[in-house]
């Protein structure tokens, strides 16, 4: 099993450009998560989904947009870049149930000039 | 909302030392868990210890163990014969059972630094 893998590593932004950054878990795991992590901060949740077809807003979703079309794909998507949105993003998943253990991906780091 | 503090930005201790780092949490739940993550420089965030809030026994787990202190809302992690690998930043997290799905709130963060 590959876990969660993020794709891409790294990105340039210009200010207004838009990307989509790319989530994929094959453990089958209905919940997936996006966090963001400020520079010495910690972790603060985007958005999540506990299934196919169902999404909510985590504390700090303003900028930001998902879909969930698969249980495996988790994609984080922002519209309009702006300079408060450089941070590295974390995508997580995990089983059902709140004795699971959440699974990280390695993280994107995102620089939007 | 929950709240959670990590009061040491900053530690340091040499190897084979024991440390403590400390976390305080704010919330008006009665169930919940709490873990400690470890991100070393590769920012691969990995889990350290976790504990079920209705659990009165403190986890432990090798070289890691917790001082879980529900009345006082204090979680520390002590670290035993500490390590060079250990070196990285240490966070707490809370989860709040039930709400969320399960997201975490997590401190700012210690950066422990072992010294050889």
């Known amino acids: 099993n590959a876990g969660v893998t993020q794709t891409p590593k790294f990105r340039i932004l210009k200010i207004g450009q838009s990307m989509t950054l790319q989530c994929t878990q094959d453990m089958n795991h209905n919940y997936m998560y996006w966090y963001r992590q400020d520079p010495g901060m910690g972790l603060k949740l985007i958005y999540y989904?506990?299934?196919?077809?169902?999404?909510d807003k985590g504390e700090v979703p303003n900028g930001y947009n998902v879909s969930r079309s698969t249980t495996e794909d988790f994609p984080l998507r922002l519209e309009l870049a702006a300079p408060s949105q450089t941070s590295v993003y974390f995508c997580?998943?995990?089983?059902?149930?709140?004795?699971?253990?959440?699974?990280f991906g390695p993280g994107t780091r995102l620089l939007v000039l | 909302a929950q709240t959670v503090t990590q009061s040491q930005p900053e530690m340091s201790v040499q190897e084979a030392e024991t440390v403590t780092l400390s976390c305080t949490y704010d919330?008006?739940?009665?169930?919940?868990?709490l873990f400690w993550y470890k991100q070393p420089p590769s920012r691969q965030m990995i889990l350290v210890i976790r504990q079920e809030a209705y659990k009165q026994q403190n986890a432990t787990e090798n070289r890691f163990s917790v001082n879980f202190q529900k009345a006082a809302k204090s979680f520390s992690l002590k670290i035993s014969d500490s390590q060079l690998g250990d070196t990285a930043m240490y966070f707490c997290a809370f989860m709040k059972v039930g709400g969320g799905a399960d997201g975490l709130t997590f401190g700012k963060g210690t950066h422990l630094i072992i010294q050889p």
């Open positions: 989904s506990v299934g196919a077809g169902i999404t």
């Open positions: 997580a998943s995990k089983p059902q149930g709140p004795q699971e253990t959440q699974y």
């Open positions: 919330t008006s739940e009665n169930n919940y868990y």
